[in-house]
């Protein structure tokens, strides 16, 4: 079983930024490919960006060029970097794993077998 706990979330004004982090407490995230997912209210989750197993990167096209995924295996953790926040990012934004190994990320929740418990991102306007 992997345990994902995120964190990082918070209330930012328009224009700001926040990090997100997902650790896997007491396991290694090897080479699992990882991927951050958002769910605003009333509205299903919704793909955000994903990181291979490799270190290849996919984004949905709503946050290319704002948000950043990357990981430090060193520390368990994978982060999403969140720049340029608007209104229309307030989402609970979910960490997700896949349990096998991947080259190319994947946009695809089916793939991912664990995720965490949400951390809340409210953007002020």
């Known amino acids: 079983q992997v345990q994902l706990v995120e964190s990082g979330g918070g209330l930012v004004q328009a224009g700001g930024s926040l990090r997100l982090s997902c650790a896997t407490p007491g396991r290694t995230l090897g080479r699992n490919p990882m991927g951050w997912f958002g769910q605003a209210p009333g509205k299903e989750r919704e793909f955000v960006a994903a990181i291979s197993s490799n270190g290849n990167t996919l984004y949905a096209d709503s946050v290319k060029g704002r948000f950043t995924i990357s990981r430090d295996n060193a520390k368990n953790t994978v982060y999403l970097q969140m720049n340029s926040l608007k209104p229309e990012d307030a989402a609970v934004y979910y960490c997700?794993?896949?349990?096998?190994?991947?080259?190319?990320?994947?946009?695809?929740?089916?793939?991912?077998?664990?995720w965490g418990q949400g951390t809340q991102v409210t953007i002020s306007s």
């Open positions: 997700a794993a896949e349990s096998g190994v991947r080259w190319f990320p994947s946009a695809n929740q089916g793939n991912y077998g664990y």
